[in-house]
């Protein structure tokens, strides 16, 4: 239940609270194609796209919103938005 | 020996908050509440009042400070009226569902357009459903006393709502009545201190306040403030009991006062100081033979339904009288929450005193006459209105 005036007496929680529920489209993205210019990583209004230790870039489905900038802004199209299946 | 000052209706409530002893005072100045905010700031320079006196640039913002200082635990107080209190609307919502106990007082005034700073309900009426707890004082004795209450009822642990008392504009903030000023050690008693226990900031115990609440959890958080309100509405008569024990002034059971009901065929219901104006007409009418009654509401919110029915069982006409209207619908506020529960009575609306237009005693005698004879069940009549 929730507590009294929704407070949350352990802050920082909301690190378990994915919110990658709510997609409808799904970005993905092909690492062949991408030329590592970081544009996704700089757009994504959520932090969810980080290089990982080779460099290649990754989304994180577990808090990515399906918002799609990451496509708009690919100067490649490297990444293709999908419609997220359930 | 009492102490009796000669004061307004906004001196009422500053003295009211000083002896509650607030914490935190924001609020910012519009017509007719100005008085009450001037005078709390006067208190808080001349030492008289230790606490925080937030100077704010809007209502939004006195309301947005008042719900950040009572996340942290301070006894916090405001006041506003009209227009400000629209501008405070969202954050009304906040205070509400962050559940906290920060009590204002409002000067009942309209709203533009047109531009009239003058006396009616419709300003707080338009904030029913934010979850604040309403309240509407008679006169300044009242203010002072329901402000006092409403600390009470607020930080109780099973409320925890925030409390609007309010006030007619220029009818009280603006009329001097004597008021009798507990002595503050005796209000701070009543009150005591306030330890909250859910919303505390402070850094050795971080907390999150204000957080988000999906689908998943919102409608949870609103219902809870539906039984809250349940709560309050014997909070509220407990705690008058209470009150009138220790102050020796009492107003009906806390929720609503009955003035001359139990002989009456024909009963006034409305809320504010036009109840004391009902109150000189039924004692007028009652030497001529004639029994009239009023119920006056004093808890808006919660409504106590349940006492409004059982106090009405012996009438047969209610007159329902509005400071307000909902357009579109014409009917006031009153009515459309209490006629529903009075199917076997015949229930007449009358729209009075928009915008400080004056309610004599002829209209009070105008309303019960037309009540009783040529009215039709549930008709809405606008009374003084030039057509």
Redesign the interface.
Known sequence: ???????????GNSINNKTGSWRVFKPILDNDKCIKCENCYIFCPEGCIQPDENGDFKIDYDYCKGCLICEEECPVKAITGIREEK | MQNVKVITGTSAAAEAAKLADVDVIAAYPITPQTTSVEKLAEFVANGELNAEYIKVESEHSAISACVGASATGARTFTATSSQGLALMHEILFAAAGMRMPIVMMNANRALSAPINIWNDQQDSISQRDTGWIQLYAENNQETLDLIIQAFKIAENENVLLPVMVNLDGFILTHTVEPVEIPEKEKVLNFVGQYEPKHAYLRPEKPMTQGALGDPEWYMETRYDVQKAQDVALNVIKDIHDKFAEKFGRAYGNGLIESYNIENAETVLITMGSLCGTIKDVIDELKAEGKEYGLLKIISYRPLPTEEIKEALKGAKNVAILDKDISLGLDKGALFTDIAPFLKDKKTVNYIVGLGGRDIRKANIKEIIEHTENEAKDTETKWIGLKE
């Open positions: 239940m929730v507590n009294k005036g929704t407070i949350i007496y352990e802050p």
